[in-house]
């Protein structure tokens, strides 16, 4: 009887620790399964896709968003887009905003079911449909130059002022000159005109003002010189001897006639 007892202890102890194994597989199987559906939800596609994909400020976009069953926190944010408005089935509507030309990203963000991070992103092109406008020229600068830097009383300068093509007046103003000197237009931005030094300028260095529409864009250096020779005034002219008349009864000497001398009565007494 001892016998048969240890034995059916022993094969009782053998099938207990054979079973162990097999309950301990069916175990860890269960969390192999487990790791397996948490992967497929994070490599779940996350999309964004617009329809249309250009257009100009003010148009319409529909969206579509390709997220995992069950996300949350859905957002869709861009620079290029107004008024973005979720719609029900994972759809979305917005408007384009007044934005310069150019391609804009969109970013779609959430929560997925198992709590992780979504992000997608798409691009979006605007444009307003309309030609580029040329750029307007610069108008080049308004100049001035002078026939000459230096003068003496009563000399004439040429004065040129050019200006852009559509400018309404043009002068120069200076001390040198007696004050402002008006110009005259061929039509195309080129000004003329003749400046006289002053006759009672002072000699030293003036400066020239110029204008253009009423505005000063430029100064510039004059010089007088007021010390010049003094001009001699002019010696009579001697008579021409053929021209001379000669008094009736007296002879041409080219000599003044004598004057009367009161001793000439008694002498003829």
Do not use: C
Request: net charge positive.
């Amino acid at each position: 009887m001892r016998k048969a007892l240890t034995f059916s202890a022993i094969a009782l102890a053998s099938s207990m620790a054979l079973a162990v194994p097999t309950a301990a597989f069916a175990a860890d199987g269960t969390p192999a399964a487990h790791a397996s559906a948490s992967a497929d939800a994070k490599t779940a596609p996350v999309a964004l896709k617009l329809s249309p994909s250009s257009g100009k400020p003010g148009d319409s976009v529909q969206m579509s968003m390709e997220v995992p069953d069950g996300s949350t926190n859905l957002s869709i944010s861009s620079e290029a887009l107004n008024n973005v408005k979720m719609t029900d089935g994972r759809g979305a509507t917005a408007t384009i905003a007044k934005v310069a030309d150019g391609n804009y990203g969109i970013s779609l963000t959430g929560t997925g079911p198992k709590g992780e991070k979504l992000q997608a992103t798409a691009t979006i092109t605007v444009k307003d449909g309309k030609p580029t406008p040329k750029p307007t020229p610069t108008p080049a600068d308004s100049t001035l130059s002078l026939s000459r830097d230096h003068g003496k009383p009563g000399e004439k300068i040429q004065v040129t002022i050019k200006t852009a093509p559509n400018e309404k007046s043009a002068f120069i103003k200076s001390d040198a000159f007696g004050g402002q000197v008006n110009l005259k237009s061929n039509g195309k931005g080129t000004w003329t005109g003749t400046a006289v030094v002053a006759k009672d300028v002072k000699s030293g260095y003036y400066g020239v003002e110029a204008y253009a529409g009423g505005t000063k864009f430029d100064t510039v250096k004059f010089s007088t010189d007021a010390t010049g020779p003094v001009t001699p005034k002019p010696k009579p002219t001697p008579v021409d001897p053929s021209h001379h008349k000669t008094p009736k009864g007296s002879v041409n000497t080219g000599q003044a006639p004598l004057g009367w001398v009161p001793s000439d009565v008694a002498n003829h007494g």
